[in-house]
């Protein structure tokens, strides 16, 4: 198996109270010698690797500074910043309102808006869904995409998809095939829509927990068109998890061994063939480790690893508390921080008098909703903002 990695690793100390970033040169007498994603380094290039060195502290991170890291679009109520799954490329949010029940006590399905904090004015996304949503996100700043769970039928999908077109007004609901020659018929995860237009869709077993049976082996990725459902392709077998986004598809392979720590990342950029790169060392409470994608970036969630289309690994984010996470093409959140891949800078967002009730961050390209500092600790309540980062 070739293995490809190139950058800097970061690794995380914690004395105390303090959180340490050290940024190792992996190459030089102070790093770890060969893969710091576990290879054996004979694919390496230490001419063309940047060599940097140096420990940030958590506390050093510098605080963003109105005008010079962001400027602020607007000022919006905590309960409408609670309620933002995602923000789309206009700017609009997209708000979901969990938990509604009718005066009998009756579960409701959530509520989709899209709202314009400019001008206060909220869409109504027709529901045609039942349940919960379970993620939004958007392909365009027309194309809002819906993923939600379905009432279990046997070994039918427990997956739903659905499609609002904000120039029509209308919601399309989208079955997901049973390809013929799957190995199950069980849908798993949440479907991704990939840049090409496919949605992308995991058949097979559910993990378990390692201590009480082996991993499956008949998880495999398929992908369809939505205008074309019958012609159903399968992308990759023996897959954890995966993220598809405009330019990539990234997968993991869970390990077969519960004494084995090492696992199979697979970046696909499109039109190219799949890099393999093994990883060790990285956290993994279940069979497989979450991954998110953007158009260049690959992040491992469960170990906060950065990988390039190139399948090099770019850094490692360690910072711990609690599992805060965005990612764009430009920035990704991790902690209380947000760090530029391309220039390296790591801005605190928040401290430790916020409590965010583990929400993912939103986040499209510059534009990111976050709690005030100077407001209530309660992110439910007092002040957000929407503000865009400055590259």
């Not at 710091?36 to 690797?49: C, R, T, V």
């Amino acid at each position: 198996m070739r293995r490809i990695v190139v950058g800097a690793l970061v690794l995380v100390v914690v004395t105390g109270l303090a959180v340490v970033l050290v940024v190792l040169d992996p190459w030089s007498d102070g790093g770890r010698k060969g893969d710091p994603a576990g290879g054996s380094g004979k694919d390496q290039n230490p001419a063309q690797a940047e060599r940097r060195q140096g420990v940030y502290r958590i506390r050093d991170a510098r605080p963003m500074v109105e005008g010079e890291d962001f400027r602020v679009l607007h000022e919006i109520p905590g309960p409408i910043g609670h309620k933002t799954e995602t923000v789309l490329p206009d700017g609009d949010l997209v708000l979901v309102h969990r938990y509604r029940y009718s005066k009998y006590g009756d579960r409701l399905p959530d509520l989709v808006q899209v709202w314009d904090p400019a001008t206060d004015e909220r869409t109504t996304v027709p529901t045609v869904w039942r349940g919960g949503i379970r993620d939004a996100t958007a392909t365009s700043a027309s194309d809002l995409w819906l993923t939600f769970g379905l009432p279990r039928t046997g070994q039918g999908s427990k997956r739903g998809l659905a499609h609002y077109d904000r120039d029509t007004g209308e919601t399309r609901l989208i079955t997901i095939p049973h390809p013929a020659a799957a190995k199950s018929r069980r849908h798993l995860e949440f479907p991704q829509v990939g840049g090409d237009g496919r949605i992308y869709f995991i058949i097979g077993s559910s993990f378990c927990f390692r201590t009480r049976c082996s991993t499956p082996d008949d998880r495999e990725l398929w992908s369809f068109d939505p205008d074309r459902p019958d012609e159903v392709r399968r992308e990759a077998g023996n897959v954890g998890y995966f993220a598809a986004s405009k330019r990539l598809l990234a997968w993991v392979e869970p390990t077969e061994n519960i004494e084995d720590d090492a696992v199979d990342l697979h970046i696909r950029p499109a039109g190219r063939a799949a890099r393999t790169v093994e990883l060790r060392d990285c956290s993994d409470w279940y069979a497989g480790h979450p991954v998110q994608a953007t158009d260049d970036l690959v992040l491992l969630s469960g170990c906060g690893r950065v990988y390039d289309a190139r399948s090099r690994l770019l850094t490692e984010l360690s910072i711990y508390g609690h599992d805060l996470t965005g990612m764009t093409d430009r920035w990704i959140a991790w902690g209380w921080t947000i760090w530029n891949p391309r220039t390296g800078r790591l801005l605190r967002t928040a401290d430790d008098r916020i409590v965010w009730h583990q929400r993912p961050v939103a986040m499209s390209a510059d534009i990111v909703v976050l709690p005030s500092l100077d407001g209530p600790r309660n992110t439910r309540s007092g002040t957000w903002r929407v503000v865009r980062l400055q590259q």
